[in-house]
């Protein structure tokens, strides 16, 4: 394979891909993105994506069938019948629909790679259309199935694996760790364990820990005392997971940011919530608004004393017309030393790494997990981490400001899953 890197610059990143894609097609790989600066070959406030793609590879655009063709008028010929290559860019799903013969299944390796391929896709594509992103999560879901199925056939090879191998294999896949990963944990675990005589599941466990530990992340609230930059925290997420409440949390608690010069910026189109001036009465902490976009330079100005703004950015769908472009445009203003993605615990598996595609593109830093009362599958988190590559900030499970929060933990998930104590 011959992989050639191209450049490409548009207003955001987003209708950079989208150029990038128009011109290669859909098989590219984004390898760099960032904004424009001085020097490039493009305008002021635009962004740079660098893409690798295969130049042997002839990209041919699908096209949709015609479901009722004219018939020729008396003189004329008839329209020739369109046919289609199910190899030429056809949906998957659109194929295994129409095609009368069974297909042959696939590779164990095949399937993984098909899915790993749309995964990463996700997470390098915006919000450009609602059934864009739809086909996108059907794909995701159907790819899953595929898992599933194979997974499930593959039980009668580990049949004989003993307990409490089994046990803690069903138990895992029953709180949420995806059923590929689960796997892979147990095995580890029988391998290091098999030559062993009266194999407990404290022995188990302790052994698939190590192996989360790894993937398990904190991140660190420590800070140079010599630096006095201020920080700049910005928060995204989907409508609800708690971007508001994560906020205060942060502000209050004593080993995140408590004890120093704190302030939240309100961005709501409808002013500070109720619950914001409230914790503002009861903490002293300062609260400013930004109603619109135009308002952030001053707000940003008022706080110039603070150490440390937390900006709560607008509750809205992530398909929102033009929602990831008024993010960006967030993160412009406001500059942010990180940017946390705040992520609900209820929120479905499938959900969650849509979620993580999706704002993928503003590049956060460290990921926050709320809402752990609200869910029975608590590994989902590792299911997620995984994937994405970032450190936890934050975990909590209930509403209370001063107390249903901390730093990441992973004993605390741990014992979740498992029910340890």
């Known amino acids: 394979m011959a992989i050639k ?9 987003p209708h950079a891909l989208k150029k990038a894609k128009d011109e290669l097609g859909e098989e590219i790989v984004l390898m760099e993105s960032r904004p424009a600066g001085p020097g490039d070959n493009a305008l002021d406030g635009e962004f740079l994506v660098t893409v690798g793609f295969d130049e042997t590879m002839q990209i041919k655009p699908w096209s949709p069938p015609r479901i009722d063709a004219p018939k020729a008028l008396e003189g004329e010929k008839a329209p020739r019948e369109r046919r289609f290559n199910p190899g030429m860019g056809v949906p998957k799903a659109y194929q295994q629909a129409t095609q009368s013969k069974p297909r ?66 069903t138990e895992m896949i029953h709180k949420g760790i995806r059923e590929e990963l689960a796997t892979r944990l147990i095995r580890g675990a029988f391998e290091l364990l098999e030559a062993r005589k009266d194999i407990t599941p404290s022995a188990v466990t302790k052994a698939i820990r190590l192996e989360l530990q790894k993937i398990f992340k904190p991140y660190s609230f420590k800070r140079n005392p010599f630096d006095r930059k201020q920080e700049r ?72 004393e603070m150490e440390v703004i937390l900006v709560d950015t607008p509750g809205r769908s992530p398909y929102a017309a033009n929602h990831l472009n008024e993010l960006e445009r967030y993160l412009k203003l406001v500059d942010p030393t990180d940017t946390f993605l705040v992520l609900g615990m209820s929120t479905d598996t499938r ?16 990921l926050i997990f709320t809402k752990f009362d609200e869910t029975t599958q608590p590994g989902k988190i590792f299911s997620v981490l995984e994937e994405i590559n970032l450190p936890v900030v934050c975990l909590s499970e209930g509403e209370r400001v001063f107390m249903d929060a901390m730093v990441a933990n992973m004993d605390f998930v741990f014992n979740k899953v498992f029910e340890t104590n």
């Open 5 to 13: 890197l191209k450049t490409f610059s548009g207003s955001s990143l």
């Open 233 to 304: 925290i910005l928060l995204l997420g989907l409508t609800g997971v708690g971007k508001t409440v994560s906020a205060m949390k942060l502000a209050a608690h004593k080993d995140m940011f408590a004890g120093r010069k704190v302030a939240i910026l309100s961005t709501e189109t409808y002013g500070v919530t109720e619950e914001l001036k409230t914790f503002a009465r009861m903490t002293g902490l300062k609260v400013a608004e930004a109603r619109s976009l135009d308002d952030v330079p001053r707000a940003l100005e008022e706080l110039e």
């Open 104 to 169: 042959p299944r696939k590779s164990e390796d095949q399937d993984r790679r098909e899915f790993n391929d749309v995964l990463s896709n996700i997470l390098k594509k915006g919000p450009k259309e609602q059934d864009r992103e739809k086909q996108i999560l059907d794909e995701l879901a159907s790819l899953r199935q595929q898992l599933n199925d194979l997974y499930a056939k593959k039980e009668t090879v580990d049949s004989d694996m003993p307990e409490p191998f089994k046990g803690l294999l």
């Open 351 to 366: 959900d969650l790494f849509l979620a993580c595609g999706l704002y993928m593109l503003l590049k956060p830093t460290g």
